[in-house]
């Protein structure tokens, strides 16, 4: 699950209120911008018939979780601004699980991503009886139910607490104190092993993406009619590519933050770590503006509200026409 967590021995300080103002102002937007993104990819998904495929499930559910943590990222924001912690020792305690819930969830998806995507372009003959609508369904529906009963033992098993800053002027700091084993041990269960999984199954797609791309040049180089299965091949390798980069996005931004929470280093390295966690939610719905063209259409179809015209559900947003 490996949640991001406030170190104890941060730096309590003040700030002036043109800082308070200008902090809140960003994460605010962010949030925003982050809930926004994600709606589109969650509407355009959910309502369009072209796009329910075993792959779009996947990143629609994606979209949810990064979505949702658009939604906690004011109640990170005033943590990390605040010195003290206001909501009480059981808002605390499902705040830690919700946020686990959706790291997990995320890295969940992720997984089911890299599956679905070794099918398709390593086993193309397998996919339609492999990969399903019923059974990505029952996949995604799991990695939730997973994620949950993770998340929840784990702050529950560690422990939340106020950090004993009590005062008259404040109640204290929500975080969870995590032993080094346990810390150790989640790290290897909740991110080293799925991101060996993942980057295994992307190595082998790239390498058969690169042996199908090389047949299929070739074939249009010596002037051969490529077939519809040519075709197809080279899009299913297209949409591996593009996933493939918000898995690597993914890996990059937490990386950097699992090598330093295992090591000594400052408490503001760590926030501003965590924040790069959060902002990669953000990131995915623009990775699928640059490449996919069905989402820049369907976007245009939503924001001119389009989508409430009769029988807009139909559309074949793979096409140029629109409503």
Same mark, same amino acid.
Request: net charge positive.
């Given at each position: 699950?490996?949640?991001?967590?406030?170190?104890?021995?941060?730096?309590?300080?003040?700030?002036?209120?043109?800082?308070?103002?200008?902090?809140?102002?960003?994460?605010s937007?962010?949030?925003?911008?982050?809930?926004?993104l994600?709606?589109?990819?969650?509407?355009?998904?959910?309502?369009?018939k072209?796009l329910?495929?075993?792959t779009?499930?996947?990143i629609?559910?994606?979209?949810?979780?990064?979505?949702l943590?658009?939604?906690?990222?004011?109640?990170?924001?005033?943590?990390?601004?605040?010195?003290?912690?206001?909501f009480?020792?059981?808002?605390?305690?499902?705040?830690l699980i919700?946020?686990g819930?959706?790291?997990?969830?995320?890295?969940?998806?992720?997984v089911l991503?890299?599956?679905?995507?070794?099918?398709?372009v390593?086993?193309?003959?397998?996919?339609?009886?492999?990969?399903?609508?019923t059974?990505t369904?029952?996949s995604?529906?799991?990695?939730?139910?997973?994620?949950?009963?993770?998340?929840?033992?784990?702050?529950?098993n560690?422990?939340y607490?106020?950090?004993?800053?009590?005062?008259?002027?404040?109640?204290?700091?929500?975080?969870?104190?995590?032993?080094?084993?346990?810390?150790?041990?989640?790290?290897?269960?909740?991110?080293?092993?799925?991101?060996?999984?993942i980057?295994?199954?992307y190595?082998?797609?790239f390498?058969?993406?690169?042996?199908?791309?090389?047949?299929?040049n070739?074939?249009?180089?010596?002037?051969?009619?490529?077939?519809?299965?040519?075709v197809?091949r080279k899009?299913?390798? +297209?949409?591996? $590519? #593009? %996933?493939? *980069?918000i898995?690597?996005?993914?890996? =990059?931004?937490? @990386?950097?933050y699992?090598i330093?929470?295992?090591?000594?280093?400052?408490?503001?390295t760590?926030?501003?770590?965590?924040?790069?966690?959060?902002?990669?939610?953000?990131l995915?719905?623009?990775?699928y503006?640059?490449?996919?063209?069905?989402?820049?259409?369907?976007? +245009?179809?939503? $924001? #001119? %509200?389009? *989508?409430?015209?009769?029988v807009?559900? =139909?559309?074949? @947003?793979?096409?140029?026409?629109?409503?």
């Amino acid at each position: 699950m490996e949640m991001p967590i406030s170190f104890s021995n941060r730096t309590f300080q003040l700030h002036t209120v043109h800082e308070y103002n200008i902090m809140y102002m960003f994460f605010s937007f962010l949030s925003a911008w982050t809930v926004f993104l994600n709606l589109l990819v969650i509407i355009s998904i959910s309502h369009f018939k072209k796009l329910h495929t075993p792959t779009n499930l996947i990143i629609l559910s994606l979209a949810v979780a990064d979505m949702l943590v658009g939604l906690v990222m004011p109640i990170e924001a005033s943590r990390l601004i605040e010195i003290c912690w206001y909501f009480g020792d059981t808002f605390c305690g499902l705040f830690l699980i919700i946020t686990g819930l959706l790291i997990s969830a995320s890295l969940s998806n992720l997984v089911l991503i890299a599956v679905d995507r070794y099918v398709a372009v390593c086993h193309p003959l397998l996919y339609p009886q492999k990969i399903t609508t019923t059974k990505t369904l029952i996949s995604i529906c799991l990695s939730w139910v997973f994620s949950t009963t993770y998340s929840t033992a784990f702050v529950i098993n560690n422990g939340y607490f106020d950090i004993s800053r009590k005062s008259d002027m404040c109640y204290g700091e929500c975080t969870v104190m995590i032993d080094f084993a346990w810390r150790v041990t989640d790290l290897i269960v909740s991110f080293i092993f799925p991101c060996i999984l993942i980057i295994s199954l992307y190595l082998r797609i790239f390498y058969v993406v690169h042996q199908q791309v090389k047949v299929i040049n070739t074939l249009m180089k010596d002037g051969k009619c490529v077939n519809e299965g040519s075709v197809r091949r080279k899009s299913e390798s +297209k949409a591996a $590519l #593009t %996933l493939g *980069i918000i898995v690597t996005v993914y890996l =990059l931004c937490w @990386i950097p933050y699992n090598i330093c929470s295992l090591s000594a280093v400052s408490s503001t390295t760590i926030n501003v770590l965590t924040w790069v966690l959060y902002i990669n939610s953000g990131l995915n719905p623009m990775v699928y503006a640059l490449f996919y063209p069905w989402f820049k259409k369907t976007v +245009k179809l939503i $924001l #001119t %509200l389009k *989508i409430f015209q009769p029988v807009s559900s =139909l559309v074949d @947003i793979f096409t140029e026409h629109q409503l």
